[in-house]
């Protein structure tokens, strides 16, 4: 079973920028659409982003041109660079594939 593990949350002021990484136990994302998810305190998680097998990305609305999810299938590795954060992105944030998720990074901001 191929285990997930995310890393990168902290502590960011609004404006500010965070880099998520999610690396993999195998080699999986090369074949394999991998999604980011998070969940606010209170919130139901919700969809974030998706990087498809070739490459393709999809974000949700509320984070189209702030966030970029991007790959490295060497390293096993999918990354979400988030720019310009707000106060409302705080939430603990996972990655998922193939319904395997990790174990999720929180992610506040706050000044």
């Known amino acids: 079973q191929v285990q997930l593990v995310e890393s990168g949350g902290g502590l960011v002021q609004p404006g500010g920028s965070l880099r998520l990484s999610c690396t993999a136990s195998?080699?999986?994302?090369?074949?394999?659409?991998m999604g980011w998810y998070r969940q606010a305190p209170g919130k139901d998680r919700e969809y974030v982003a998706r990087?498809?097998?070739?490459?393709?990305?999809n974000y949700a609305d509320s984070v189209k041109g702030r966030f970029a999810v991007s790959k490295n299938n060497a390293k096993n590795t999918v990354y979400l660079q988030m720019n310009s954060l707000k106060p409302e992105d705080t939430a603990v944030y996972y990655c998922?594939?193939?319904?395997?998720w990790g174990q999720g990074t929180l992610v506040t901001v706050s000044s």
């Open positions: 998922s594939v193939r319904g395997i």
């Open positions: 990087i498809l097998h070739n490459g393709i990305t």
């Open positions: 195998g080699s999986i994302f090369s074949d394999n659409a």
